[in-house]
């Protein structure tokens, strides 16, 4: 007889709503952090309640000119519209340590200062850039390119010189790139025709002007 295999993939679909509770969840997790939640009436016994509201208590409500939730969202969103939960972990961990050395144990809320949270993001965005040159190593000369001229938002005929055609062609380390997340298409409707260009992510261009 002959055996037959199926295999299965597990498709997860995070909403926005979905990975800030998981943030929220992961910093309420430490004891001392959650008891100054309830005490201040953020948390409830069992479960976090408003979002807004938590999100309230761990960061400054605005980041940048922006709401905090849509700060985060735009910050560490892929090109391909994902969201890493290990990335909203990673966060975590780098602003807590540049807290511990900054600020006083915890004693109050927001958790975290607006500058610790800033740079926070920075860091995890030079290590998000270093991830897609030193260990993905997906169209490198581009990628190198691109920050050297911060270069952002351009067509593919714009940039085809700065790619290296010994790493394939020029249209498949495109393909390549967006699969992974440092470039997003973007289509806009004209009146006479669709447009459509690349734009690289804040996630991996934010490093080249806090550096």
């Known amino acids: 007889f002959r055996r037959v295999l199926f295999r299965s993939t597990l498709l ?61 969202i735009d910050s560490l969103k892929k090109g391909n519209g994902s969201v890493s939960p290990r990335l909203v972990v990673l966060l975590l961990v780098l602003a807590r340590d540049m807290a511990t050395r900054r600020e006083s144990p915890v004693s109050r809320l927001p958790l975290f200062a607006g500058q610790t949270i800033r740079d926070a993001m920075t860091r995890l965005s030079q290590l998000s850039y270093a991830e897609v040159v030193d260990d993905f190593k997906v169209a490198s000369g581009f990628v190198l390119s691109a920050r050297a001229g911060k270069i952002r938002e351009f067509t593919q005929p714009q940039v085809e010189g700065l790619f290296d055609l010994s790493d394939g062609p020029v249209a498949v380390q495109v393909q390549l790139l967006e699969r992974l997340g440092f470039l997003e298409r973007i289509v806009v409707d004209g009146e006479a025709e669709k447009r459509s260009f690349f734009r690289i992510p804040p996630l991996y261009t934010r490093c080249w002007d806090y550096a």
């Open 12 to 72: 997860l679909q995070w909403s926005e709503g979905d990975w800030l509770r998981v943030l929220v969840k992961r910093v309420f997790a430490n004891a001392p952090v959650r008891q100054l939640a309830q005490a201040a009436g953020v948390l409830g016994e069992a479960d976090i309640g408003d979002l807004a509201a938590a999100l309230g208590a761990i960061f400054p409500n605005e980041i940048e000119g922006q709401p905090v939730d849509r700060w985060l």
